[in-house]
């Protein structure tokens, strides 16, 4: 059977290994593993299917010979922009989050809302097996924020807790975090492959400007959740360990496991 031809960020990633992001590379690994066929990348024009990512802008780059538009499988893509518009001629199997939903003019169909990084228990497998948690607190800093000041902060101030980098490879990233009893993340796939294990987690604020809150939104909006704020810093520092158990306390992903089967259930058959 021919590669899946699949577009997804690459960013520095793509000339430097040591540059590749998690989150836009387990994208790759999801679709192999649920197509039983090889990946390959491609850019947009010359890609069959788009998944992981606030990547659906790229959708209008997809033409055949530059100028006729032709159709992706989009499948649990994401907006990253609030006034963005995006194209209903694709075939969209799932997306991100009820934002993006209504950021498509002309829809076709009733897509399935949800990121496929929800589906992390897949590609380490033997997801039924608990996991011990070895983490006290998991830190994962988005990439743009590895270098603030607020990161070797948080980990002095914080007892037992240990940085996640999110250029290491996949795999050791998905099980260092299933292996967390908590997490803090300013990369939204550090929370959503936190949410994919059942582990507690919270969203942090280390940086304004840098990363869209925006796809954050529209992530939460799949659970049906709004209104989701991310903390500072100093909060919490400030609020020490009754600050963890309160946020562990109020922890919830409404319809987990339902929105899992829908992923699934959703992949395309290309």
């Known amino acids: 059977m021919k590669p899946i031809k699949l577009y997804w960020c690459r960013g520095e ?4 290994p040591s540059k590749q992001n998690f989150g836009d590379y387990l994208s790759p690994l999801l679709v192999e593993l649920l197509s039983g066929r090889k990946v390959e990348y491609a850019p947009v024009q010359r890609a069959d299917l788009m998944a992981v990512g606030s990547i659906l802008g790229r959708e209008a780059k997809a033409k055949r010979w530059g100028f006729l538009p032709y159709r992706l499988h989009i499948w649990g893509t994401g ?13 969209y199997h799932a997306v991100r989050g009820a934002l993006t939903r209504a950021q498509i003019d002309g829809l076709r169909s009733d897509p399935v809302l949800g990121d496929p990084g929800l589906l992390a228990p897949w590609v380490l497998g033997d997801r039924e097996r608990p ?8 830190l994962i800093p988005h990439y743009a924020d590895q270098a603030e000041p607020a990161v070797a902060e948080l980990l002095a101030g914080i007892p037992g807790a240990r940085l996640i980098n999110v250029f ?3 795999k050791q990233v998905l099980a260092e975090i299933a292996s967390c009893d908590f997490v803090l993340s300013s990369s939204m796939h550090g929370l959503i492959v936190a949410d994919s294990f059942g582990v507690p987690n ?3 604020l280390l940086s304004r400007g840098r990363i869209s809150e925006y796809k954050f939104a529209d992530y939460y909006s799949a659970f049906g959740l709004s209104g989701l704020q991310p903390l500072l810093p100093q ?21 987990l496991e339902r929105i899992q089967q829908d992923l699934l259930g959703s992949f395309p058959q290309l």
Do not use: K, N
């Open 13 to 16: 990633g793509r000339s430097d």
């Open 79 to 91: 907006t990253g922009a609030e006034q963005a518009h995006y194209s209903g001629r694709h075939h």
């Open 131 to 138: 996991v011990a948690r070895q983490i006290r607190v998991g």
């Open 168 to 170: 290491s490879p996949v």
């Open 202 to 204: 919270q969203w942090l």
């Open 235 to 255: 909060t919490v520092l400030a609020g020490g360990p009754a600050l963890f158990e309160q946020l562990r306390a109020e922890y919830r992903r409404p319809g």
